[in-house]
């Protein structure tokens, strides 16, 4: 493991990073999505005038990324001084996080983190002492109330990600052990529409096929977890000329992936047939020991949903004689009987461990809704009771209207006679 480094910034905060050099390549990357992020950018020409986190601490712990990175800029832009620790060791990139040190941004993150050093830089982003946060699975949440509660009483609310986040927010809000609010962005619709749908559907595939090289028409596909993901994963599948099977727990999802035209089966009927194996359920194991005894030989496994733990990786690696790395984020487990199973990217997100992410154009409305929760939490006139809260609609529907200007687009409005027709009973 190499050794990262401490960096001064010229407030005499700390960051810790791998190498302050690679900025400026980290910086270009920046600017890349910069300009295919027209959402953020209209937002971040208005926190620049209205300043609305001045003097507030943000801690944003999320794939570190150039996205991400913008999306940092934007709220650093809003008044806010703001640190980022990463959301998953390995989507780290380390020139675009040297770009944000650089550029006055605080960081405590490296590609490659052991999940000790994981744990050291979660807490060295919340030493900062966070008036906000903005999460992304719930490991910066989970941190500040399990091992950091003293800092609970600063934390004004935040912001979370991503569909696991969210379950785990609402379990602790159940327990009434959520200590401040928290804005569920996964759950407006401009995001799991777009981000989980089409976002996840391209940069799946773009992931696996860049990390392979291999091709995927005529190759069978299983899909395995039917929901917002799920459908994104198996339409891009279908689109590249895949046979598609899904597997689902769920009997309404099953049921619209059937009519959306895929096969439907038990893990264990589709776990001899697959060529390329995708869990995107949020839940743990649902690939293991039994699917690993009738799988092909040469079958390849990547996982989308948050953490690792969907392929059971312990079992794979009990059943295997060796495992070696046979090609960058290609690990090839050497089974008793001769087969070769070969995981992705250590069972992580496969699209953001094995590639750059979700496009920028789709993180565009994903970053627009965080950075106006962020911004209706910091000028809510009553403050919040600590609970999950759903974006408002109109935030939804600002950034609709925002991204639709954004691609030229214009619709119809409804007229006073329809809306007054939608609104009553009385007529036939
Ligand atoms: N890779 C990414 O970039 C990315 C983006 C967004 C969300 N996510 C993550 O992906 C996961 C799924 O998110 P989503 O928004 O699609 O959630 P979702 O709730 O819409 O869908 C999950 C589906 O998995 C099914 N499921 C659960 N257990 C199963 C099992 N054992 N076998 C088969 N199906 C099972 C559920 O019935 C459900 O239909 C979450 O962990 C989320 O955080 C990843």
Redesign the pocket.
Known sequence: MKEGVTWLSQDNMESTIRDIGLAPQGQLKIDWVQAHMPVLNTLREEFEKTQPFQGKKVTICLHLEAKTAYLAKVVQAGGAEVTVAASNPLSTQDDVVAALVAGGVHAHAWYGATDEEYHQHLHRALDFEPDYIIDD?GDLVSTLHKERRELLPKVLGGAEE???GILRLRAMEKNGELAFPMMAVNDAEMK?LF??RY??GQ??WDGIMRTTNLVVAGKTVCV???????KGVALRAKGLGARVII????PI?ANEAWMDGFEVMP?LAAAPLGDFFVT????KN?ISGEHFQVMKDGAILAN???FDVEVNKVQLAAMAQSCREVRRNIEEYLLQDGRKIYLLAEGR?V??AAGD??PAEVMDMTFALQALALHYLATVKTPLEPKVYSVPTEMDMRVAELKLKTLGLSIDQLSEEQKSYLASWQHS
């Open positions: 699975g991503t569909t696991t799991y981000d989980n976002g996840t940069s799946v395995v977890g039917y929901g917002w993901c799920g597997c689902e727990v769920n999802k893990m995107v359920t949020g839940n649902v989308a949903g948050h997100l699209n953001l992410g979700h």
